[in-house]
């Protein structure tokens, strides 16, 4: 059974910074695209930034240059640094673990944790 827990949420200031950790359990963690996804009140859930098995990455718009996705797969954790952070990244960030059957998508989310920005 698959499970993903995030910490390191918080309440910050504009223009400091985060790092948020994903541990997961389960197997095949290394080949699996891990990725960290945020909804904000009255908003749909977005994706934020997505980790490959080989490393490659993908941004919103909206976080590039300011945020960096990693991950360990010695440890199965996937992390999110965050720096500059705005206002506008307050949100609820949910980790995500995913693998494709074919061309059929399938998700698993962590419990989600808090990250507000606020002076």
């Known amino acids: 059974q698959v499970q993903l827990v995030e910490s390191g949420g918080g309440l910050v200031q504009p223009g400091e910074s985060l790092r948020l950790s994903c541990a997961a359990s389960g197997s095949m963690f290394s080949i699996s695209i891990m990725g960290w996804y945020r909804q904000a009140p009255g908003k749909q859930r977005e994706l934020v930034a997505e980790?490959?098995?080989?490393?490659?990455?993908n941004y919103a718009d909206s976080v590039k240059g300011r945020f960096t996705i990693s991950r360990d797969n010695m440890k199965n954790t996937v992390y999110l640094q965050m720096n500059s952070l705005k206002p506008e990244d307050t949100a609820v960030y949910y980790c995500?673990?995913?693998?494709?059957?074919?061309?059929?998508?399938?998700?698993?989310w962590g419990q989600g944790t808090q990250v507000t920005v606020s002076s």
């Open positions: 980790i490959t098995s080989s490393a490659s990455t």
């Open positions: 995500n673990r995913a693998y494709y059957r074919g061309s059929t998508r399938f998700n698993y």
